[in-house]
């Protein structure tokens, strides 16, 4: 099989020629499959209003489809409730379609159960492959193989939004890249009666998403949560996670950067804080600063203006990806095995995964949303938005490097106790060492 999808790969490159991409265009292939190929995705069409993933994925499909008229490319469309409960049906009963987007958390047992195609030697063959965001293939990858292409548009849950004017005030060109520097901030802050930072964990997740996998990752590096969810040896009780929960504490805790009522309140009522001017910064994903930009734009156009965009400044005692945050693609185009057993079919089902998350999409989300997916777009002209929305893209895709959002992979088994734990935790009930035992504990028991 491996030497036969090695010359199919050959043929089909062979045959492809990649032009120039305007925003829906797709790259010129001669496929010899003239059947029918099926492909199970939830960007409805009421998804794609204002998503901009879901439009340009549509987009992009309908765009392959034209160019392919010989190919009959049956679609089923689901919401995305729905898609999940279906697909995991079509799983366990072996009848999954010839193509459908893969979720993180169902990698290694599919894998093992052999309903996914593995797609390692094809990816690395693409013709998009220099231009991928290799980052985004972990939680598709178990036991070195890959089985899907990373799909969709990627969004953080950890940026720090801060106003450049209040920090130039304070002393500072930007926002500092240290927390050391951060706490000596905090005094100026403090005594003007502002937050230095803005923060609320009263949903419990926000700890998790929002702060933890990134910091985590700055102490832990990226292999260790791929070994996590590849369950190859990683744990929380691990010494540099630990101390990633012992920094975590000691900065809500010991500290006066954030907020007091951090615990309490959602995310919702801190960015409100910076918002109202009561915060010098505010942490929180890109979905929070996008209602921040589009709030202060319509309200206060000088404090528009003065949005920034920086990293998770770095612990003195981490020594890990200083300009990493959270960013994920949580689903990947798969490939069933059985559509293997026809070389052509194959082929076609290859080109379309690959045209669906290349150049022709993210050329499509970056012109028109300023968005990003697995392939860089390229020199995309973002000259049609405003400076801080080409700025948070270029923040996002361009200058930081990302890691995983931890509770998009594993389950909500796991994340829930470690949830709980943390807030307790920094309410000074449990130590950073119990609670990386309990979040072991809940893996090994649910994982």
């Known amino acids: 099989m491996k030497k036969f999808v090695s010359f199919l790969l050959c043929l089909a490159l062979l045959c492809t020629c990649v032009t120039a991409f305007a925003a829906t265009d797709v790259a010129a292939t001669d496929l010899a499959y003239k059947g029918t190929l099926t492909i199970m995705h939830y960007s409805t069409s009421e998804e794609s209003e204002g998503n901009g993933g879901s439009d340009g994925f549509r987009t992009v499909i309908a765009a392959w489809d034209a160019a392919h008229p010989d190919i009959e490319l049956n679609q089923n469309v689901l919401a995305n409730?729905?898609?999940?409960?279906?697909?995991?049906?079509?799983?366990?009963?072996?009848?999954?379609?010839?193509?459908?987007?893969l979720q993180g958390m169902n990698t290694i047992a599919w894998a093992?159960?052999?309903?996914?195609?593995?797609?390692?030697?094809?990816?690395?063959?693409?013709?998009?492959?220099?231009?991928?965001?290799?980052?985004?293939?972990?939680?598709?990858t178990t036991e070195g193989k890959i089985y899907g292409y990373p799909a969709l548009t990627g969004g953080t849950c950890t940026v720090v939004?801060?106003?450049?004017?209040?920090?130039?005030?304070?002393?500072?060109?930007?926002?500092?890249?240290?927390w050391d520097e951060v706490e000596k901030a905090a005094e100026t802050f403090n005594a003007q009666g502002i937050i230095p930072v803005a923060f609320g964990n009263?949903?419990?997740?926000?700890?998790?998403?929002?702060?933890?996998?990134?910091?985590?990752?700055?102490?832990?590096?990226?292999?260790?949560?791929a070994s996590l969810i590849a369950k190859s040896g990683a744990a929380f009780t691990d010494a540099e996670f630990v101390a990633a929960l012992a920094e975590t504490k000691r900065l809500f805790c010991d500290t006066k950067i954030f907020n007091s009522n951090f615990n309490t309140v959602t995310n919702e009522d801190a960015r409100e804080y910076y918002i109202a001017g009561q915060a010098a910064a505010f942490i929180g994903g890109n979905w929070d600063e996008s209602y921040i930009a589009a709030t202060l734009q319509a309200s206060d156009e000088e404090k528009w203006a003065n949005i920034g965009f920086a990293v998770l400044p770095q612990p003195a005692d981490a020594t890990k990806a200083p300009t990493s945050q959270n960013i994920g693609l949580g689903y990947a185009i798969a490939i069933n095995p059985k559509v293997a057993e026809d070389p052509d079919k194959l082929a076609a089902a290859i080109d379309l995964a690959q045209e669906l998350t290349g150049p022709a999409f993210s050329s499509y989300v970056a012109e028109n949303y300023a968005l990003g997916g697995l392939t860089a777009a390229g020199d995309v002209d973002l000259s049609?938005?405003?400076?801080?929305t080409q700025d948070f893209y270029n923040w996002s895709y361009v200058d930081t490097e990302t890691c995983e959002i931890y509770d998009s992979y594993i389950n909500s088994a796991v994340w829930g106790?470690?949830?709980?734990?943390?807030?307790?935790?920094l309410n000074g009930d449990k130590t950073p060492e119990e609670v990386a035992q309990n979040a072991q504990a809940a893996y090994e028991a649910n994982y």
């Open 81 to 101: 409730a729905e898609y999940k409960t279906r697909i995991a049906a079509l799983a366990a009963a072996n009848d999954l379609p010839d193509v459908f987007l």
């Open 112 to 140: 093992q159960q052999g309903l996914v195609l593995d797609l390692t030697d094809i990816i690395a063959q693409s013709p998009y492959y220099a231009d991928y965001n290799t980052a985004y293939f972990t939680p598709f």
């Open 161 to 178: 939004v801060y106003d450049k004017a209040m920090w130039k005030e304070a002393g500072y060109d930007a926002f500092p890249t240290t």
């Open 202 to 225: 009263g949903g419990q997740w926000q700890m998790n998403s929002d702060f933890i996998s990134t910091l985590g990752n700055r102490y832990t590096g990226p292999e260790w949560f």
């Open 384 to 388: 049609a938005f405003d400076q801080i």
């Open 417 to 425: 106790v470690f949830n709980q734990d943390l807030q307790a935790m």
